[in-house]
C-alpha cells in the first residue's frame, strides 16, 4: 500500500492511493470482457495495460496518449468506448471532480474521498470515515440521499509556494488542502 496514516483526533485518515489489489489485472479485466461476450482486441488490451497501477486518476486523453506510445494506431474513441465499457461493468468509475474533464478512477472498491490540486489538477485517493456526514433534516430538497462523497481543494506539495523552515511531505502523501 503507498500512503500514511495521519491522526487526526477522531478517524483514521490514509492519504493516497491503494490501488493494486483493488484494480483487476489487465488479464483478468480480459477474460471478464470476455465472459460477457465483449470483443477483445489488442487496443483494449493496450488500454488494460495502461490502466493497471496508475494511481493518478487519468483523463481519457491522458490514456490515449500513453496508449499510443505503445500503439500508435489506436483511436480517442476507442478509448472512450473502453473507458465507459469499464465504468458500466463497474471496474472503474468515472469521476467529474470540477477540474474540466473526466478522471477514471481503477479504485473501486471501498468508500474513499479525494483531494484535488486547484494548480495542476493532480487527483488523489483520501482514505477517511465520514460516515457521520448527513443532509441536516429538511434540507434534503425532496432526495433519498444515499452516499456522501468528499472532495478537498487545495495545493498539492508540487504546486504549493515552498516556505523557509517547512518540512516537506513524504513523496507518496500529497496534503494541499
Same mark, same amino acid.
Given at each position: 500500500?503507498?500512503? =500514511?496514516?495521519?491522526?487526526?483526533?477522531?478517524?483514521? &485518515?490514509?492519504?493516497?492511493?491503494?490501488?493494486?489489489? *483493488?484494480?483487476?489485472?489487465?488479464?483478468?479485466?480480459?477474460?471478464? #470482457?470476455?465472459?460477457?461476450?465483449?470483443?477483445?482486441?489488442?487496443?483494449?488490451?493496450?488500454?488494460?495495460?495502461?490502466?493497471?497501477?496508475? @494511481? +493518478? =486518476?487519468?483523463?481519457?486523453? +491522458?490514456?490515449?496518449?500513453?496508449?499510443?506510445?505503445?500503439?500508435?494506431?489506436?483511436?480517442?474513441?476507442?478509448?472512450?468506448?473502453?473507458? =465507459?465499457?469499464?465504468?458500466?461493468m463497474?471496474?472503474?468509475?468515472?469521476?467529474?471532480?470540477?477540474?474540466?474533464?473526466?478522471? #477514471?478512477?481503477?479504485? @473501486?472498491?471501498?468508500v474513499? =474521498?479525494?483531494?484535488?490540486?486547484r494548480?495542476?489538477?493532480?487527483?488523489?485517493?483520501?482514505? *477517511?470515515?465520514?460516515?457521520?456526514?448527513?443532509?441536516?433534516?429538511? *434540507?434534503?430538497?425532496?432526495?433519498?440521499?444515499?452516499?456522501?462523497?468528499?472532495? #478537498?481543494?487545495?495545493?498539492?506539495?508540487?504546486?504549493?509556494?515552498?516556505?523557509?523552515?517547512?518540512?516537506?511531505? +513524504?513523496?507518496?502523501? &500529497? @496534503?494541499? @488542502?
Amino acid at each position: 500500500m503507498l500512503g =500514511h496514516d495521519f491522526d487526526n483526533g477522531c478517524q483514521e &485518515t490514509i492519504v493516497g492511493d491503494i490501488l493494486l489489489a *483493488a484494480m483487476r489485472s489487465p488479464e483478468e479485466l480480459s477474460a471478464l #470482457f470476455r465472459a460477457q461476450g465483449r470483443k477483445i482486441t489488442a487496443q483494449r488490451q493496450c488500454i488494460f495495460r495502461v490502466l493497471y497501477g496508475d @494511481v +493518478s =486518476h487519468p483523463t481519457a486523453e +491522458s490514456i490515449h496518449a500513453a496508449a499510443r506510445a505503445q500503439m500508435e494506431t489506436i483511436s480517442l474513441k476507442t478509448v472512450y468506448q473502453t473507458l =465507459h465499457e469499464l465504468a458500466d461493468m463497474g471496474e472503474i468509475a468515472a469521476l467529474d471532480l470540477g477540474v474540466g474533464m473526466t478522471r #477514471f478512477d481503477p479504485n @473501486v472498491d471501498g468508500v474513499h =474521498h479525494h483531494l484535488v490540486c486547484r494548480g495542476c489538477g493532480k487527483v488523489r485517493d483520501l482514505h *477517511a470515515d465520514f460516515s457521520s456526514v448527513t443532509v441536516p433534516e429538511g *434540507a434534503d430538497e425532496g432526495f433519498d440521499v444515499g452516499d456522501a462523497e468528499v472532495v #478537498f481543494r487545495g495545493r498539492c506539495r508540487d504546486c504549493r509556494p515552498a516556505r523557509p523552515g517547512r518540512r516537506s511531505a +513524504s513523496p507518496d502523501v &500529497t @496534503v494541499g @488542502v
